[in-house]
């Protein structure tokens, strides 16, 4: 209850809309958040595959840009990682055929990413709200400099799960706004104008709730961010 009463603090602070009947989310002791292993894993796959997506989005060939990330993804052994909607991003044979839409779609998990490279410490901080899309520059340095995982494992400064949770209940709130100006067409719900981006949001949301093991937040592919 304080962690929720934390949070609709900072909300008031940016003149988001608060519901103050969200239900608490879980402590520190009832919350299974997942290895700094198994986060790495997911975030370098999924960020890797995002990065081929965008190249797509940008009109640039498929092809290449899998022929470019694939040697990459292997460096890391984070082939058999992938879900099953990364996969045709790294298929030669098929990834020109992956039409707009899902490039579109699959590019904005980058915020997915995003959570859990600050999780696990490669990330100074995660912005709130968020005005923008994330820049990923210190992300990208960080992979293109490392020789291998085990490489990539030795710069984990892993966050406690109280700064985790901090985060997943702000994410938890501040979604729920995003849900009330879209349905209600209530553009005041998320507050000063300018300061909030709520696409963002809504993805991180979906990165926080795989990371901490919520409810429908297992397959990466599908995770449900409740609010």
Not at 23 to 49: D, G, H
Not at 160 to 181: G, T, Y
Request: glycine share 4%.
């Amino acid at each position: 209850m304080d962690r929720k009463a934390k949070s609709e603090k900072v909300l008031a602070k940016y003149k988001i809309k608060i519901n103050p009947n969200l239900p608490r989310i879980e402590n520190e002791e009832e919350a299974r958040i997942k290895s700094p292993e198994e986060i790495v894993k997911r975030a370098v796959a999924a960020f890797l595959t995002a990065q081929i997506a965008i190249d797509i989005m940008n009109g640039n060939g498929a092809a290449e840009s899998a022929e470019f990330f694939t040697p990459i993804l292997e460096r890391f052994g984070l082939k058999d990682e992938l879900t099953d909607d990364e996969k045709p991003y790294f298929d030669l044979a098929k990834c020109d055929d992956i039409s707009e839409d899902d490039a579109n779609q699959l590019q904005w998990r980058i915020e997915m990413c995003v959570v859990l490279f600050w999780a696990c410490g490669f990330r100074k901080k995660l912005e709130f709200p968020p005005s923008e899309l994330s820049d990923t520059g210190s992300e990208v340095a960080l992979i293109g400099s490392c020789g291998n995982f085990e490489d990539l494992m030795n710069h984990v400064k892993m966050r406690s799960a109280s700064e985790i949770l901090d985060m997943a209940d702000l994410l938890f709130r501040a979604d729920w706004a995003c849900v009330e100006a879209r349905i209600n067409n209530d553009p005041s719900a998320l507050g000063k104008t300018g300061q909030f981006f709520s696409d963002v949001i809504v993805e991180q949301h979906k990165g926080v709730n795989w990371l901490r093991c919520a409810v429908d937040a297992d397959d990466w592919d599908n995770v449900l961010p409740h609010t």
